[in-house]
């Protein structure tokens, strides 16, 4: 019984931390992008504006 409760926890514990780096990712990628656009946007003010 103990083995396999060991073997269906697994899968589990993986998809979990699986899901936890891509929202990880998904939060850096995010923040990036903010960056980068504030950053452009400023470029285009300076060079444009």
Do not use: C, T
């Not at 931390?17 to 992008?33: D, E, P, S």
């Amino acid at each position: 019984m103990d083995k396999n409760v060991r073997n269906e926890q697994k899968p589990s514990d993986l998809q979990d931390k699986n899901k936890g780096v891509i929202g990880r990712i998904k939060k850096i990628f995010l923040q990036v992008m903010d960056v980068i656009a504030e950053a452009f946007s400023a470029i285009v003010v300076s060079i444009f504006g």
